[in-house]
Every structure is written in structure tokens, then in C-alpha cells.
């Protein structure tokens, strides 16, 4: 530690890879952890078409190597299969920090797991207070300021928790259980973003923080128990939508290329932020559920089912503050977006028999 600098392809040490006015630009070298996840390969397809060089870090938990796979063979390509709990030396440019497990039913299953990997802290279980978890640090932050890299955390709407403000603005501090099932998530990113802003405050570290809602598009986990990836598996299959609650409850879907660009904008720009990055088109589970049939199939059957614990009631992000500072708004309606998930999905599940490989 500390001797080695950031001698990434094209900027200085502490440039974060921003380029001076007037000058070319040149590809950089970047760093997506959770790459081979759903947001991160379309992230990584822009990132490599827009000439820079990519390292994916993934330990296919959730991921796929099917993501990525079109891009073996580019020399400007690597992937390295490696648990983001444990420390990493790489000299880059940017870390886009993505690697968690991002779904419930993925987050739930090991929580302790999930706080970790969301806050990749080392010794973990010797450390018997928060204080000293928000004292210890995440290893793509210690990588950011060893090399002198941009960091930009993928956040959450779940920092809101359930929230009492509508919509969320990223001046509100959330209602979030800190004992229940959501809270490993929900805590983890939260501590996550505390980590950050300290790595920030007291090293000097470049960071960027997104916080994200729900998202959905092509490549998304077919099973991973999210309410738009299980109604279209569950239309498309012929099998009832399972509405969990009342399904009066709300959300807002963005389309995963809108999130790629705001968060290739957040990195670029020159605001540390947090900022709210999703749709702010808001639908009732039932109103989503409705929008399915109306892509899929008219006669398919809604089921009501018990709802979770602490799910929220109701979310919507506030974005005035990424129109004004990132010049970004999602492009994508829900109505638009959809089909394209939907043909991807057709595909996955009738046309390719090796899907389901976590
Ligand atoms: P995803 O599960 O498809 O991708 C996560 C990737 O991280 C997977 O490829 C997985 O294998 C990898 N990963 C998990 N733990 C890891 C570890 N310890 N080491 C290395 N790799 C690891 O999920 P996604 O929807 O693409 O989410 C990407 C990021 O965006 C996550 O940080 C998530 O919390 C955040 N986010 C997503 C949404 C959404 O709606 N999709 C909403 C809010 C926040
Ligand atoms: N780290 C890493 N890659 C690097 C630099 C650091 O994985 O290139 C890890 C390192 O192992 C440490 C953590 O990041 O556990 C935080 O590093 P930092 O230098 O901030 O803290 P220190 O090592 O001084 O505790
Ligand atoms: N949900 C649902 N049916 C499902 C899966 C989820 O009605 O098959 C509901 C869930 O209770 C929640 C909303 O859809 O109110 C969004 O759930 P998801 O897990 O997709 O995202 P999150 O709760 O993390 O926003």
C-alpha cells in the first residue's frame, strides 16, 4: 500500500480519468465490480464501445457469464472471477463499485453475507460494534485511493426505507427498520454511502453516489423473485401473476439504459452527489401487473399473495436535482421499455435451455 500510483490508460494519478478541456480523449481503464450482473453488462457494453478498457470483478453469485460473453476475445476486455470481500490490486482509473447481491430473495437468504459484500469489511466478525464497521473499510475504496481512481457506489432507493416523504428527494433521511429482514440491504448500502463520503472526507478520494430505483430491462435474473422479472416470467409461462399484498403498494421502473446513462454521466460529472437515478413514473403493483397483461397476455391470471415484511408502501424519486447537475432524465416509459425485456425473456426461457446458470 501506498507506494504504487494510478498509472491507468490515459489520465494522471488523481485525475479520476477526467479529461482537460481541448485534449483528446483517451480510453480509460475501469472497473466494474458486479459486472457480470444485469445493470453492469449494459453498462459494460457502453463502456467498451465508448472505446475505454474494462475489468469486470464478479463472483457469479447472481451473475452470468452469458452477460458478458460477447465481449471475450476484445483485448480491451478482462474478466476476473474474485469475491469483492476480499482485497484486489488493480491499477484503473474508475471503479464503478456494482457487486451485491441486489434482489430480496438473493439479499435475504444470507444476510450477513449481504452486509458484508454491500460493505466489504475486513474481519468482519472480530468486530463486535458499528463503530468499528464504519471504521474499517471497503476494499474498492482502499483500491480507489491507492491508485488515485474515480469511485462511484450504486446506491439504493432502499436508503428511504419505507418512506414518509413522496416523493423521495436525496435530502431526506429515510425510515428504514434497522432490525428487519430488508435491514441488511437497506443498513448495508447505508453504511456503504457513510464509507464513501469518509474515504471522500478524510482521504481525498474522488467518489460519486447513486442511488437507484427499481430497475428492469434484458438480462435480468429470470428468478430472482422482482416483481417485473417474476410477471413477465409468469406471463410468458402461462402461470398466474402473484400479487403480493393488497397491491395497492407503489413503485417507479426504470429502464436499464436511462440508469446506464445517468450513471456514466454521475461518473463523469463533477458533482459527488447522492443522487436519485430512476423513473419517476409511478405504478401500483396492480397497475404494473395490468401494463403485463396488456404486453403479454390478456387473459392472464393475477393471485393475490401474503406480502413480505416492511415492504414499503409507496416510492417515487424526486430527480430535479440529476436534471439540474447531470442534465439526465430517463427516456424510456414503462410501456416501451417492457416489450423489449419481454422478447428477451421469451427468448431466455423458450429459446435457451442453458439459462437459470446463477
Ligand atoms: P445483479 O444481481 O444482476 O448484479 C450484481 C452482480 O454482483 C452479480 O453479477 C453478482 O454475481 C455480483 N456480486 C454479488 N456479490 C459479489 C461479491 N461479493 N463479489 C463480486 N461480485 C459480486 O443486480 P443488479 O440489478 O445488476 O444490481 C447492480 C447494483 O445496482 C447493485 O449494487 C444493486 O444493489 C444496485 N441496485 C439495483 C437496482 C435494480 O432495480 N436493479 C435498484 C437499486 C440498486
Ligand atoms: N485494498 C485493496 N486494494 C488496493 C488497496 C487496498 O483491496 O489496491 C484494501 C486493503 O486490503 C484494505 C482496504 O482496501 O483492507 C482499505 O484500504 P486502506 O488503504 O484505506 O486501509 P488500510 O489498508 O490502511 O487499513
Ligand atoms: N411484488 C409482488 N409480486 C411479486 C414480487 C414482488 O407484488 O411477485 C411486490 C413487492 O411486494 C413489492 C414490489 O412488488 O411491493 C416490488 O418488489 P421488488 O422485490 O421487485 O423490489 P423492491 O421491494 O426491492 O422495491
Request: hydrophobic fraction near 35%; charge should be positive; glycine fraction near 10%.
Amino acid at each position: 500500500n501506498g507506494h504504487a500510483t494510478g498509472f491507468g490508460i490515459g489520465s494522471s494519478v488523481n485525475s479520476g480519468g477526467k479529461i482537460p478541456l481541448g485534449l483528446k480523449r483517451k480510453g480509460l481503464r475501469i472497473v466494474v465490480t458486479g459486472g457480470a450482473g444485469f445493470v453492469g453488462s449494459h453498462l459494460v457494453d457502453r463502456l467498451i464501445s465508448r472505446g475505454d478498457s474494462v475489468i469486470v470483478v464478479d463472483n457469479f453469485f447472481t451473475g452470468r457469464k452469458e452477460n458478458v460473453m460477447h465481449h471475450f476475445g476484445n483485448p480491451r476486455f478482462e474478466l476476473i472471477r474474485h469475491d469483492v470481500v476480499e482485497p484486489l490490486l488493480l491499477e484503473v482509473d474508475q471503479i464503478y463499485h456494482l457487486a451485491c447481491p441486489a434482489s430480496p430473495v438473493h439479499y435475504k437468504h444470507n444476510p450477513v453475507k449481504t452486509i458484508i459484500s454491500f460493505t466489504p469489511i475486513i474481519n468482519f466478525p472480530n468486530l463486535p460494534q458499528f463503530f468499528f464497521i464504519i471504521s474499517r473499510t471497503l476494499n474498492m475504496l482502499g483500491l480507489a485511493k491507492r491508485v488515485g481512481a474515480r469511485f462511484l457506489l450504486t446506491s439504493t432507493s432502499e436508503v428511504y426505507g419505507d418512506p414518509l416523504q413522496h416523493p423521495q428527494v436525496e435530502t431526506y433521511w429515510g425510515n428504514v427498520n434497522p432490525i428487519g429482514v430488508r435491514s441488511c440491504y437497506d443498513e448495508g448500502k447505508r453504511t456503504a454511502e457513510t464509507l464513501t463520503m469518509d474515504y471522500h472526507r478524510g482521504a481525498g478520494v474522488q467518489v460519486r453516489i447513486a442511488r437507484i430505483f427499481n430497475t428492469y430491462g434484458p438480462r435480468m435474473c429470470i428468478d430472482d423473485g422482482r416483481v417485473v422479472s417474476n410477471f413477465v416470467a409468469q406471463a410468458l409461462r402461462k402461470e398466474p401473476l402473484t400479487v403480493y399484498g393488497d397491491g395497492k403498494q407503489t413503485r417507479s421502473f426504470q429502464y436499464v439504459s436511462d440508469l446506464v446513462e445517468g450513471l456514466m454521466r454521475l461518473m463523469e460529472g463533477e458533482h459527488v452527489g447522492p443522487f436519485n437515478l430512476g423513473n419517476p413514473g409511478e405504478f401500483t403493483m396492480l397497475e404494473l401487473a395490468q401494463v403485463v397483461q396488456e404486453t403479454i397476455d390478456a387473459n392472464a391470471k393475477i393471485e393475490f399473495r401474503p406480502n413480505t415484511e416492511d415492504d414499503p408502501h409507496k416510492r417515487k424519486p424526486d430527480i430535479s436535482k440529476a436534471k439540474e447537475f447531470l442534465g439526465w432524465e430517463p427516456k424510456v416509459p414503462l410501456r416501451k421499455g417492457l416489450p423489449m425485456m419481454v422478447s428477451d425473456f421469451r427468448q431466455r426461457i423458450f429459446g435457451d435451455h442453458k439459462e437459470n446458470a446463477a
